[in-house]
């Protein structure tokens, strides 16, 4: 079993079992599908799709199963490959945003200006504010900056987070103290 069988079998769903759409949205024959599938059904040793003839109608009760299966692993899959980008660019990121055009004409200019000479501080939609302060503090002298290494949004189980959670709840707070 290979994430290339569980791919196609996923996609043959999606495509409403029509194979020639399937090898075509997987760049790759129909021949290539059709064995992939029965390389997989062989070593399982259970028909996952429901047939006439060489075409496929359905999916069989264990291919149901198996269905939901195969979505949840590639969802996680998805999901690590992303846990390893995110670890592995720290440092770098995009910010996108979207507003009106007088925000972006009046307001945001100044607002950016404020973030210019920061590298790292932003990580796909999220702007890091532990990053933000870490860069503000240390530019005005501060050498020794510590921070809770969790984020409250990537961590359902333990935060409340306002950005997850669309404005419903989480609150921030810092503590800065001189010695």
């Known amino acids: ?14 495509r409403n079992f029509n ?22 059904e062989d070593e399982l040793g259970v028909e996952l799709f ?8 359905g999916l069989t009760d264990p291919g149901k199963e198996m269905v939901e299966i195969v979505e949840r692993m590639l969802v996680d899959t998805a999901n690590i490959k992303r846990l390893g980008e995110q670890f592995s660019n720290r440092e770098q990121g995009q910010i996108v945003i979207a507003t009106t055009h007088t925000q972006a004409r009046y307001v945001l200019p100044k607002v950016l200006s404020e973030f210019a000479d920061l590298q790292g501080v932003a990580n796909g939609r999220m702007l890091s ?6 860069r503000k503090l240390q530019a005005r002298g501060v050498t020794l900056v510590d921070s809770f290494p969790l984020c409250t949004s990537c961590h359902p189980e333990l935060f409340f987070s306002h950005r997850r959670d669309n ?13």
């Open 19 to 40: 194979l020639t759409e399937v090898a075509g949205s997987l760049f790759t024959s129909q021949s290539g599908v059709s064995k992939h599938i029965k390389d997989l």
């Open 50 to 57: 429901v047939r006439r003839g060489k075409r496929l109608l």
């Open 129 to 134: 504010l532990n990053a933000v302060a870490q």
């Open 1 to 14: 079993m290979n994430f290339q069988q569980l791919r196609i079998v996923r996609e043959t769903v999606r």
């Open 167 to 179: 404005g419903v709840t989480g609150r921030q707070a810092g503590l800065v103290w001189l010695t």
